[in-house]
Nanobody, 124 residues
Framework: QVQLVESGGGLVQAGGSLRLSCAASGRTFSSYTMGWFRQAPGKERDFVAAISGSGGSIHYADSVKGRFTISRDNAKNTVYLQMNILKPEDAAIYYC?????????????????WGQGTQVTVSS
């Protein structure tokens, strides 16, 4: 079992930056691929980014490439999402997720554990 707790959401102006964090419980954090998803009101939960257990494999949704950076610190059991040049369409609840699947998981049903989410609001 893995428990995930996100933090770092808030209100930011368009063009600004935020850094989300996700703290994980457990002693096997490095064995999990970690992902970030987001869900805007009335929309489906969408993939944002994922990082392998070692951090050596990373992939992003096209909509955030070049603006968002996912990283992890296995010593701190934490994964981060640095979000730059934020746009109003980035506003959503952001969720952290974990899976033991290898490869490039990007679908919600490929992830087994989820945090409660953190709200990101972007004003225009």
């Amino acid at each position: 079992q893995v428990q995930l707790v996100e933090s770092g959401g808030g209100l930011v102006q368009a063009g600004g930056s935020l850094r989300l964090s996700c703290a994980a419980s457990g002693r096997t954090f490095s064995s999990y691929t970690m992902g970030w998803f987001r869900q805007a009101p009335g929309k489906e939960r969408d993939f944002v980014a994922a990082i392998s257990g070692s951090g050596g494999s990373i992939h992003y949704a096209d909509s955030v490439k070049g603006r968002f950076t996912i990283s992890r610190d296995n010593a701190k059991n934490t994964v981060y999402l640095q979000m730059n040049i934020l746009k109003p369409e980035d506003a959503a609840i952001y969720y952290c997720a974990a899976t033991r699947r290898l490869g490039f998981p990007a679908a919600s049903d490929e992830f087994d554990y989820w945090g409660q989410g953190t709200q990101v609001t972007v004003s225009s």
